[in-house]
């Protein structure tokens, strides 16, 4: 049977924000779990992309405001060419190249595989009889606004709508309607942080934070993961637990 859990994550930032998907987190997010990921902008590392890939065979990406084309090499294409490249530096070493092993090397390198830039600013998938929809948040204006998100929804049409772009986890009800916003996966600091830069000490960044769904019917119900710190520095992921009913009373 299918998993009817839905990753929402987003705002990841690797690596010019921060470093990787925190081991804890990897640790929960195995293959076989999850049925769909929506990814909700700013997937910066091929590395995290092919992970994601291998998560859930259904990965649903839209456009965020800092993403970058994604190309990688196939394992040993580089090192392939790496030797080639010191065969041919050495003295008489171009010519042994030119001949059939350096020629056949060269084109034994698998080509380089490439994931272009997410075009679509928002999408809507449906669960039981929930339409939700998301963004990453940066059309939005003011940005996380609620009544903005409110007129978003119903532009959408959508009875849940998860945003990004602030790195903070949110999630609350309004008008009938549910808002999420999973935070960053990574914990990565957002423009819109008071007190980045300050001379006081480098900032910190945010909570690490993503949320999975899991859709029965009309009832939404929602896991918080967030990875917290102790005053020892020790790291614990907690989990919390809110649920959405679609309100059919109208229908």
């Not at 049977?1 to 195995?30: C, E, N, Q, W």
């Not at 948040?137 to 009544?147: E, F, M, R, Y």
Request: glycine share 14%.
């Amino acid at each position: 049977m299918a998993s009817r859990l839905v990753l929402v994550l987003g705002d990841l930032f690797i690596p010019d924000r921060a470093i990787d998907i925190p081991a804890k987190f990897k640790k929960l997010l195995t293959p076989g779990k999850i049925g769909q990921i929506l990814c909700l902008g700013n997937l910066t590392s091929p590395s995290v992309y092919a992970f994601l890939r291998q998560l859930a065979p259904d990965l649903q990406l839209v456009k965020g405001d800092f993403d970058i084309p994604l190309t990688t090499s196939t394992p040993g294409g580089a090192q392939q060419q790496q030797q080639q490249q010191q065969q041919q530096s050495q003295p008489g070493g171009g010519a042994a190249g030119a001949g059939g092993g350096g020629g056949n090397g060269g084109s034994s390198n698998a080509p380089e595989a490439t994931y272009p830039i997410p075009t679509a600013l928002s999408k809507v998938v449906t669960h039981g009889s929930l339409r939700i929809g998301f963004t990453h948040g940066d059309s939005i204006v003011p940005p996380g606004d609620p009544d903005a998100l409110l007129i978003a929804a119903r532009q959408m049409d959508v009875d849940v709508l998860c945003w990004g772009g602030t790195c903070k986890f949110e999630a609350y009800e309004m008008e009938g309607k549910f808002f999420i916003n999973p935070g960053s996966a990574t914990g990565a600091c957002s423009w819109m942080d008071e007190g980045l830069g300050d001379e006081d000490g480098e900032d910190e960044g945010n909570v690490p934070s993503f949320v999975l769904m899991d859709v029965q019917g009309d009832v939404l119900v929602l896991y918080v993961y967030q990875l917290k710190k102790d005053a020892s520095g020790n790291e614990t992921v907690g989990v919390e637990k809110v649920s959405f009913r679609k309100n059919t009373a109208g229908a």
